[in-house]
């Protein structure tokens, strides 16, 4: 079974910010740089959730 995950609208949004900010279109971004936006969103969010503090 793959492993599926679901994401909300804010963090499509923050990929998809991510992806503009280096310069790819979110709509031909190769599997490989939306995981790397994936990552980076995922990264960020758990460090704003922390304060700032890892």
Not at 7 to 18: F, P, T, V
Not at 34 to 53: F, L, P
Request: overall charge positive; aromatic content about 4%.
């Amino acid at each position: 079974m793959a492993n599926i995950h679901i994401k909300s609208d804010e963090r499509k949004a923050h990929e998809a910010q991510i992806l503009k900010s280096f310069g790819t279109s979110p709509e031909r971004a190769t599997a490989e740089q939306r995981e790397c936006a994936a990552q980076i969103a995922h990264d960020t969010q758990k460090y704003v959730k922390n304060g700032g503090n890892k």
